[in-house]
């Protein structure tokens, strides 16, 4: 019962000033440390001293995008709380104990100033007398004990709550599936170069990496750039796991539905994921006439996904283009955030950057310019978690919206307007000892019984009134 007393929406305790002061101190070192970084960088590339610089970035960028993840999910946290979009009752988290927007800003402050540093460490290796292979170690490494730290402490609830929820995605076709689940699932559909990045990190230093001669730069061996290409297998495989994940988990709803739509329609549509990794392995890693026709299956599965893609994020997901939408013109009839020209932009937003992969594309098959793929990935990554941080917001506002969708997290069930009376009886009514019975019996006992309340009319109430309460009681920990 105490779980049912949820504070209003809008009445948000407020960050103690200590975390507001760690919020503006992390992010301001951090703003620092960046401009910092870019200008050492950019001197030692014009003076032509780092001469193997795109192993470090392919290390560091999933870093990068990682605390840009978590910052801009605090812009998100900030805004549904603005909006009235109720994210803490759709993902079932704790109404009393859940991270606010200060509370993910510290987060990726804090990370961002030891990413920055790390970089530093490596540009001055020769001066830290630090090996520069040991620089990103020890930064991921404090990623992933910051993770599973035990301790309670540094958000220990909401850590083991992350965890909890990354296992359910890897697991997905063994349990139901939950709102929380596929949102993440999708995150990680953003977050792919991420993935990518981890997985050539592990196999550059297990394989490329020449650790005798590491002490004032990356020593790579000879023929090392097999991480970086398809050739082995596993980066096709890494890059289509996310995609797997939703696909598994909409077969799974499908399972516990059966309803076609709009389940399988969306396990088809991340298989073309699998189709354009497949097209994309095969035209990166054969040079022989068959290149041209894996080339143009590629591109043709890009543009399938591309498009099935959009038309779901902007129909499906968002609940754009409703027919009855009066005056929100091409939107629908009920809209959260006060401004049209948000719908409008975002809509733009997402039909462009679901597109930018032609850019790449394009360049690389026209062009010859010297590692024009690393270039635009390093750009492009960033847009796409961009784009997911556009996307999150109008998802869960249409989630909010559709009170009735068959995944939502629903704890309250309000049957009629309360004046204060109400509320107090009812809180002195949840309160008695005798409100909770107790679960006996068998492990699968359940029965069905029906209670009368009777109790008398309040201040807007004149006479006694009877509420029949049909209660089901069974002892599964669900």
């Known amino acids: 019962m105490?779980?049912?007393?949820?504070?209003?929406?809008?009445?948000?305790?407020?960050?103690?000033?200590?975390t507001t002061f760690r919020v503006g101190l992390y992010c301001g070192v951090f703003v620092a440390l960046v401009v910092t970084v870019i200008i050492t960088g950019v001197v030692k590339l014009v003076q032509g001293r780092e001469e193997n610089v795109w192993p470090l970035i392919r290390i560091y960028r999933g870093g990068f995008l990682l605390i840009e993840f978590l910052f801009l999910l605090g812009i998100n946290t900030y805004g549904w709380r603005q909006a009235g979009v109720n994210h803490v009752l759709i993902f079932e988290l704790n109404p009393r104990n859940n991270l606010s927007h200060q509370h993910l800003f510290e987060i990726a402050g804090f990370l961002g100033v030891l990413w920055c540093v790390s970089i530093l460490s490596c540009l001055f290796a020769k001066y830290t007398m630090?090996?520069?292979?040991?620089?990103p170690l020890a930064l991921y490494g404090f990623f992933f004990l910051f993770l599973i730290n035990p301790f309670k402490t540094c958000y220990y609830k909401s850590r083991f709550w992350l965890l909890k929820l990354l296992f359910r995605v890897v697991t997905a076709p063994f349990h139901r599936v939950g709102f929380a689940d596929f949102w993440l699932a999708d995150q990680l559909n953003s977050l792919v170069v991420l993935l990518m990045d981890l997985e050539y990190m592990i196999c550059f230093y297990s394989m490329e990496l020449n650790w005798t001669k590491s002490e004032g730069k990356l020593s790579v061996k000879d023929g090392g750039q097999i991480c970086h290409s398809y050739s082995y297998g596993v980066r096709a495989v890494i890059q289509c796991l996310p995609a797997w994940f939703r696909f598994v988990q909409c077969l799974r709803r499908y399972r516990d539905t059966k309803r076609t739509f709009p389940h399988l329609v969306n396990a088809g549509k991340y298989s073309t994921t699998f189709f354009v990794v497949i097209f994309s392995a095969l035209y990166a890693t054969h040079q022989s006439h068959e290149r041209q026709v894996f080339l143009y299956m590629m591109i043709a599965f890009r543009i399938v996904n591309s498009c099935y893609t959009l038309l779901w994020d902007l129909k499906m997901d968002w609940g754009l283009f409703d027919r009855h939408a009066g005056e929100n013109t091409l939107l629908r009839e009920e809209i959260v955030y006060p401004q049209k020209a948000y719908y409008y932009c975002a809509i733009i937003e997402d039909i462009i950057l679901r597109f930018a992969w032609t850019i790449p594309l394009s360049l690389g098959v026209v062009t010859d310019i010297p590692h024009i793929s690393d270039i635009l990935s390093t750009v492009l990554a960033p847009l796409e978690v961009f784009r997911r941080f556009v996307w999150n917001f109008f998802r869960l506002e249409n989630e909010h919206l559709n009170n009735c969708g068959e995944f939502r997290a629903v704890r309250d069930i309000s049957v009629a307007p309360l004046n204060a009376d109400d509320q107090t009886l009812l809180e002195q009514m949840m309160d008695q000892e005798d409100g909770v019975r107790n679960r006996m019996g068998k492990k699968n006992w359940k029965r069905s019984y029906s209670m009368s309340l009777r109790r008398p009319r309040l201040s807007s109430q004149s006479k006694f009134r009877d509420t029949k309460v049909?209660?089901?009681?069974?002892?599964?920990?669900t």
């Open 2 to 18: 105490k779980r049912l007393r949820v504070p209003p929406l809008g009445a948000a305790q407020p960050a103690p000033a200590w």
């Open 130 to 135: 630090i090996p520069i292979h040991v620089n």
């Open 470 to 477: 049909l209660i089901e009681d069974t002892d599964d920990d």
